[in-house]
């Protein structure tokens, strides 16, 4: 008996040895009853599997009964540490801190022993000549139906004849390619959309390489109809269905982007997204508080708008960096949602009837918050330009139209006397208001309640100081207009130096020398000088020329103004 237990010893461990030829050769010998008794044997073998397989699923299913019974009184415990913890005061929480902390480097001391002991254990195990370490090996199981009986813990197999450690079985790989599009649906259920994309990918390697025909045709249907549904979520994803989504600024969408561009959906990804941001926009522009401070109300619409539309424009060039067509459709998309900015611009700031220096401070904020788009190669100041010329031009005209029409109206009540303000107290108001202007009049006093200037001329001072510096504040907001601007400024003094022209017969002569050194010698290059200054021109000389002809006729009148010498005759009472 040992001797045969010696001999299949040696013939099991030689290097020959083939598994399969001395399962054939032992049952070449044998009869009939021997097959039916291994097949008996193999069934009495399976119930026991099966019993043991119950057994262990059993106990397993009691470990995690008790484990999760553990970690529920774990629960508890934490819950009621907490609670303690919140109702002790803290200088008692400080102390068990300390104290804790003091006890963990006890803890690593222990670990710190148990590993010294596992080495301890290892060393003495190799230390032993007689003991012999099995390592277990990738082995290929023996066909079952050779009607061999092994033990679960013990197969008797051969090695891998393919030298090639963790390649996967070309069966395993038909079973987890038919369960892949199972997988598929759970990963899109599950809103994993980059698990599913990543498994899709591999789908389309592993049918690239099989040589099965007519698998690759039935699993290419589902993997396509796969691809559509997680296309379709994507989709859904992009479109805005909650305030909430809207407002993650363009980064939100930054994912589901991405993923439907892998897909190949480049220009529904393109379209989807620009939609989602001018939802945004929307959305926004609906937050705002509608202010009667035009000023405030172009900042928050530059907030909402402008601002939104720098940002999409840097995330889009980095999600689309190597796709240069959908360029194009970027900025045919900023330029409507500028569009429908100039619409709420224009009717918050120039149909509530702002004055010239207001329009000049929204219109720098305007401009000011396109600067952004140069940076990103995207300039769109020309556009806002045109969608704002028509209106800066009407709103031009409607002040010059004012201003010519009080002017008019204070040129046909003028009776070309000195001004009489009744009293000193009134007449020091009147020249502190002048001087508020930016106009001084104090060289013009008469008397102690009048001033040698007419009350037409103090009028006319008083309008046309601040129209000039207005409208150069607006000349150098909206360089688009400044013809416009120019054209209202030398329309205005024609009117007045018109009419100075004109000396009526009865006019006294010395009153209407000094209003005429008043405006020919004073206010007109008070004027010219803050028109060149605020509007910050390089070259001011065609419209001064312009001016200057237009006082021509009264230069003969001209002296200097500001000469301090210079003493008023008294008249009589007006």
């Known amino acids: 008996m040992k001797s045969w237990k010696n001999s299949l010893r040696d013939q099991v461990g030689s290097a020959d040895f083939d598994a399969k030829t001395f399962v054939a050769d032992v049952l070449r010998g044998n009869s009939g009853d021997v097959v039916r008794n291994l097949r008996a044997l193999r069934s009495a073998t399976q119930v026991c599997l099966q019993f043991f397989a119950n057994d262990c699923m059993a106990k397993v299913l009691l470990e995690l009964e008790g484990e999760l019974s553990t970690f529920g009184q774990l629960l508890g415990d934490q819950k009621l540490l907490v609670e303690s913890m919140m109702s002790y005061p803290f200088s008692q929480t400080v102390g068990e801190l300390r104290s804790f902390t003091q006890r963990i480097p006890e803890r690593r001391n222990l670990v710190q022993q148990l590993l010294d002991a596992v080495e301890n254990c290892v060393s003495q195990l190799r230390e032993n000549p007689e003991r012999e370490l099995v390592f277990e090996s990738d082995l290929t199981q023996l066909n079952p139906e050779n009607m061999i009986a092994s033990a679960p813990s013990y197969n008797t197999a051969t090695p891998s004849p393919g030298g090639v450690q963790g390649k996967r079985d070309s069966a395993v790989d038909l079973e987890w390619i038919k369960e892949l599009p199972d997988e598929l649906d759970v990963c899109i259920a599950q809103r994993d959309f980059s698990s599913a994309l990543d498994l899709l990918s591999e789908a389309r390697d592993f049918l690239a390489e099989c040589a099965d025909k007519e698998l690759v045709d039935e699993l290419s249907k589902k993997f396509d109809q796969r691809q559509k549904q997680l296309a379709e ?93 959908c360029f194009s459709v970027l900025a045919v998309w900023a330029s409507s949602e500028l569009k429908s900015y100039a619409t709420l611009f224009l009717m918050h700031v120039f149909d509530s009837g702002c004055s010239l220096s207001v329009a000049a401070r929204c219109i720098t904020l305007a401009f000011n918050s396109l600067e952004s788009l140069t940076h990103v190669s995207l300039d769109l100041s ?193």
């Open 382 to 574: 020309f556009q806002l330009e045109i969608l704002l010329h028509q209106s800066v031009d009407k709103l031009i005209l409607d002040v010059e139209r004012l201003i010519i029409d009080a002017v008019n109206l204070r040129i046909a009540e003028d009776r070309w006397r000195p001004y009489n303000l009744q009293s000193e107290s009134n007449l020091a108001k009147c020249v502190q208001d002048m001087k508020e202007c930016g106009v001084d009049v104090s060289n013009a006093v008469c008397d102690g309640c009048r001033l040698w200037l007419t009350s037409q001329v103090c009028n006319f001072a008083r309008s046309v100081v601040p129209f000039t510096r207005d409208l150069a504040l607006l000349r150098e907001a909206a360089t688009f207009v400044s013809s416009s601007c120019d054209s209202a400024l030398l329309n205005v003094w024609s009117v007045e130096l018109a009419y100075l022209s004109q000396k009526p017969s009865a006019v006294d002569e010395n009153v209407y020398k000094k209003n005429v050194e008043f405006v020919v010698g004073y206010l007109l290059p008070l004027c010219e000088q803050s028109y060149e200054r605020v509007a910050n021109l390089q070259n001011f000389l065609l419209l001064k020329q312009k001016l200057n002809e237009c006082a021509e006729p009264l230069v003969q009148f001209y002296q200097p103004f500001t000469d301090e010498t210079q003493d008023f005759e008294a008249i009589g009472e007006v």
């Open 233 to 325: 979520k994507l989709i859904k994803e992009l479109k805005p269905v909650s305030d909430k989504y809207l407002q993650g600024g363009p980064r939100a969408t930054r994912k589901a982007t991405t993923l439907l561009i892998k897909l190949g959906r480049i220009s529904e990804a393109c379209d989807l997204y620009l939609k989602n941001r001018s939802a945004s926009i929307k959305f926004s522009i609906k937050e705002l508080k509608v202010i009667d401070n035009a000023v405030q109300y172009v900042e928050q619409l530059n907030r909402a708008i402008c601002n939104v539309i720098v940002d999409t424009v840097r995330e889009f060039k980095k999600l689309f960096a190597g796709h240069s067509i």
